[in-house]
């Protein structure tokens, strides 16, 4: 059933755990949706926000599976910090 869920929150990138829960019905599954946000919340799925109509950002093919390190230091961050003195000179700082 998680296979299946995932597979779905893929093809259809903006239906959240409910409207899954409904297909999955619709396919002959028995199911409620307290065990689809279960299985939704432990496979770390999540709704992409809306994208504004001009000057889109973000990738159009809607996916919901975030994408997670491998390995240990797969992902890195920077922190950078910025601010500015008494006299007007700015500071900057990566962590």
């Known amino acids: 059933m998680t296979e299946r869920i995932v597979e779905l929150a893929r093809q259809f990138g903006r239906y959240g755990y409910r409207r899954i829960t409904a297909l ?21 799925l999540k709704v992409p926000q809306k994208q504004p109509k001009r000057g889109r950002l973000w990738l159009n093919d809607g996916s919901c599976v975030r994408l997670r390190a491998e390995h240990p230091k797969h992902v890195w961050s920077y922190d950078f910090v910025m601010d500015t003195t008494a006299d007007g000179d700015r500071f900057a700082c990566s962590m």
């Open 24 to 44: 999955l019905k619709n396919q002959g599954w028995s199911v409620n949706h307290k065990k689809v946000e279960r299985i939704w919340r432990q496979e770390g």
